[in-house]
């Protein structure tokens, strides 16, 4: 515990995941995270229920950690019409497909995860307790930014084009000139 800032606060998270049977000749099992159990133990692939086919494990117990430079993202992500967590989780090669990377709270750290192609992105809905603990810090940590809009100095950018470009390209006239009138033609 004390590899943690005072300000930041971490939970152990355990990972639901779901095998269902695949839809299509060239998937054999879907797989979906499908809920999270907060203050959960440690867990390695356990089997939870199984019903016909489908078999629900709880893969992993993760630290979902909560960051006072955050609180922004934290507060958008409770404040959704359906709170959630993301559970990010990367392909293996072995028994069970999945390797649980990270559960964030934060809407925007899961877009970036998402951005990079690499990694499953899972939406899960915030159990009310989970709910109820990222709530209460962000009530102690959030302090609301005012917007300052940026101010341009007097100078006027918009001023006449002299018609002389880069002094390097020497040519009769300037490729980058706008175009000028010469006995009512168009030059």
């Given at each position: ?38 203050g959960a133990g440690p867990a390695h692939w356990r089997e939870l ?67 990079s192609g690499e990694d499953i992105v899972e939406k899960v809905p915030?159990?009310?307790?989970l709910l109820a603990w990222v709530g209460d810090f962000v009530e ?48």
């Amino acid at each position: 515990m004390s590899n943690y800032p005072s300000n930041d606060q971490y939970m152990p998270v355990g990972v639901v995941l779901r095998r269902t049977p695949g839809v299509t000749r060239w998937a054999k099992w879907s797989w979906r995270a499908i809920a999270v159990l907060p203050g959960a133990g440690p867990a390695h692939w356990r089997e939870l229920r199984r019903e016909g086919d489908a078999v629900e494990y709880h893969a992993a117990t993760v630290s979902l950690e909560l960051y006072q430079a955050e609180t922004e993202a934290y507060l958008h992500g409770i404040t959704a019409r359906a709170p959630s967590v993301y559970v990010v989780m990367r392909k293996v090669l072995g028994e069970f497909p999945y390797e649980i990377v990270l559960i964030t709270a934060s809407p925007y750290e899961a877009q970036d995860y998402c951005d990079s192609g690499e990694d499953i992105v899972e939406k899960v809905p915030m159990p009310p307790g989970l709910l109820a603990w990222v709530g209460d810090f962000v009530e102690r940590h959030h302090e609301d930014e005012e917007f300052v809009k940026r101010r341009r100095k007097g100078e006027k950018v918009d001023g006449h084009q002299d018609g002389i470009g880069d002094p390097r390209i020497a040519k009769p006239a300037d490729i980058y000139a706008s175009p000028t009138l010469k006995r009512g033609r168009l030059l």
